[in-house]
């Protein structure tokens, strides 16, 4: 029983960490999310729900820390959200390389284009 | 706070969508013929079969979970924000995150190869039929709750249940609107109804 308590305790810190990581990642990306706006409102949607999901899992489990809550992080429920930041991460990232970098959306020499300067 | 057996049927129903919306999906990859081009982008490539793999890894998940079983999550309970986070908010809006992602993938991404011509793939929004699904989906659950009080039902036989359906439902749709309308989109009655599924859950809990 206490193998399994510290088991959970581990993998709450590891999420946290990881969630944390995928936070940082995004909001680094912020010219990448400009990028999506300019290409496609989906991906753009997409990308704000990835910043908005991590923050309140980062309240969420900062909670369960705080209130001291006897730890519920089972191992599927671990494994499914790592799961779910690795493809925030790749979400991230394929939007970071491929649309920032594509010339067609946003980027000339560099610059970020604002929707106003986009062309038609 | 509700109940035991009302957070027993809400976990259920949320199980039984967020798996039905992973399984609409994966069918939407089929039917389209997707598949990313790698040389042109293997960072789309990555992404696409990392959300393909998600979407599966669910089952396997999930599975777990009612074969081990399903009790020990309703300890959430003594914990409201915890609970409704793992239940309600964060399944959800990653379903909606790879939703919007597939959405771009099959509209607009240029390094992806569809097996449907892409003039022919719309945006076929039609709020009457995607409303109509909605409060099906929400009069529906709570009709049948009174008729035939949901929690009577074993978890697994809920959501094998409502998993049928959206398959079959699912299958209908793409069957329908390719040969009979020459057309596919990924505005889907189906999601529209378990979402209406979802929200009556609530419904029922909160009566």
């Not at chain 1, 999506?36 to 990835?50: C, G, L, P």
């Not at chain 1, 910043?51 to 001291?68: D, K, N, P, Q, R």
């Not at chain 2, 599975?63 to 309703?74: A, C, E, M």
């Not at chain 2, 049948?144 to 009577?152: G, K």
Request: aromatic residues 12%; hydrophobic residues 50%; glycine residues 4%.
């Amino acid at each position: 029983m206490n193998y399994l308590t510290t088991l959970s305790s581990v993998a709450l810190y590891v999420d946290i960490f990881l969630t944390i990581c995928t936070l940082v990642y995004a909001l680094g990306n912020s010219s990448a999310l400009k990028c999506a706006r300019n290409m496609d409102m989906q991906i753009y949607h997409a990308f704000n729900i990835i910043i908005f999901t991590c923050a309140v899992h980062i309240l969420s489990l900062g909670e369960l820390l705080l209130l001291s809550i006897p730890r519920q992080l089972s191992l599927w429920q671990f494994i499914s959200n790592v799961g779910q930041n690795t493809v925030y991460v790749f979400i991230i990232n394929c939007v970071r390389h491929d649309w920032l970098r594509c010339g067609q959306c946003c980027s000339l020499h560099g610059k970020i284009l604002t929707k106003k300067e986009m062309p038609r | 706070m509700t109940s035991a057996t009302e957070l027993m049927l809400l976990v259920t129903l949320q199980i039984a969508v967020h798996l039905s919306t992973c399984l609409a999906l994966l069918l939407y990859v089929i039917a389209f013929g997707l598949r990313p081009d790698r040389q042109a982008s293997p960072q789309l490539f990555d992404a696409f079969w990392a959300c393909v793999l998600y979407c599966a890894g669910q089952f396997v998940l999930w599975g777990i979970n009612f074969v081990s079983d399903v009790q020990p999550t309703l300890e959430l309970q003594r914990n409201g924000f915890e609970f409704i986070f793992r239940f309600v908010w964060s399944p959800q809006l990653s379903i909606i995150v790879l939703w919007f992602f597939f959405a771009h993938v099959v509209q607009s991404c240029p390094h992806m190869r569809l097996n449907v011509p892409r003039s022919s793939v719309v945006a076929n929004f039609r709020s009457k039929t995607l409303s109509r699904a909605f409060t099906a989906g929400v009069l529906g659950v709570i009709i049948a709750n009174s008729i035939l009080p949901l929690d009577s039902f074993p978890p697994r036989q809920l959501v094998a249940t409502i998993l049928a359906f959206s398959v079959v439902s699912t299958a209908v749709e793409l069957i329908l609107k390719r040969y009979k309308y020459r057309q596919m989109s990924l505005v889907s009655p189906t999601v529209s109804w378990l979402y209406g599924v979802w929200l009556g859950a609530w419904v029922i809990a909160a009566l």
